[in-house]
């Protein structure tokens, strides 16, 4: 099992719809979340970060699950410009450096 | 200000030669990082500096790999004898204080653009 998962997609949806991604963890010890958003050939861009009580920025919803292992994004009214890879990461507490990136999750929002 | 800039933005190379990458840092950040994206696919943790600290190496995949900080600034990452599945985006990744709670890094990265390396 990866140590973070995340579909791959692509999810394709009008503008204005509703879209959420999940990501999930395998290392319960897991300390810090965040999503970042990565557009074509383009270094990624921190979106957010998630913590543990929950965060709203915007039409941008960040969760947490720890019981689960997972964290979300929920993006609502979907924009052309929301079109990108969305990135989950996830820093562990192994005693070491260890931050891991999702393979990500392609978004397409189509007119 | 000034973001993280990383040169060459493109480097085709031979197999078996060597190739440095270079990064420059957000001014005043004392955190480091390297790391690797294959197409379609996440990014690949390779090393960590965080200010005068012996450099995590954990990720680094073969000791062909190399990387050094110089005066805590500018980093360079070394390739020797490059095959060609070492093509990649190599990314470079600041922050500012590398501020860690058991290990975990709390901070915000900020990305240079990268290094497309293409090994023929």
């Known amino acids: 099992r990866k140590e973070v998962e995340q579909d791959p997609g692509p999810f394709n949806v009008p503008e204005g719809a509703t879209v959420a991604f999940n990501c999930t963890y395998s290392n319960s010890a897991s300390q810090s979340f965040f999503w970042y958003r990565q557009d074509c050939r383009k270094e990624p861009k921190l979106l957010m970060s998630v913590y543990s009580s929950g965060n709203e920025d915007g039409r941008f919803t960040a969760q947490l699950n720890r019981a689960s292992q997972y964290i979300s994004l929920l993006i609502r009214d979907s924009k052309l410009s929301d079109s990108a890879t969305y990135l989950c990461v996830v820093n562990e507490d192994t005693g070491g450096f260890k931050t891991i990136f999702g393979a990500g999750t392609r978004l397409f929002v189509k007119a | 200000g000034a973001g993280v800039s990383q040169s060459p933005s493109n480097k085709v190379t031979e197999k078996g030669k060597d190739v440095e990458l270079r990064c420059d840092p957000i001014s005043g950040h004392t955190a480091l990082y390297w790391y690797r994206q294959s197409l379609g696919q996440g990014l690949e943790f390779l090393i960590y500096?965080?200010?005068?600290?012996?450099?995590?190496k954990s990720g680094l995949p073969s000791d062909r790999f190399s990387a050094e900080r110089t005066g805590g600034s500018v980093s360079t990452l070394t390739i020797q004898r490059t095959q060609q599945e070492d093509s990649a985006v190599y990314l470079c990744?600041?922050?500012?204080?590398?501020?860690?709670?058991?290990?975990?890094?709390?901070?915000?990265?900020?990305f240079g653009p990268g290094t497309r390396l293409l090994v023929l």
């Open positions: 500096f965080q200010g005068n600290s012996a450099p995590d």
């Open positions: 990744a600041s922050s500012p204080t590398g501020e860690t709670s058991g290990g975990a890094i709390q901070e915000t990265q900020y």
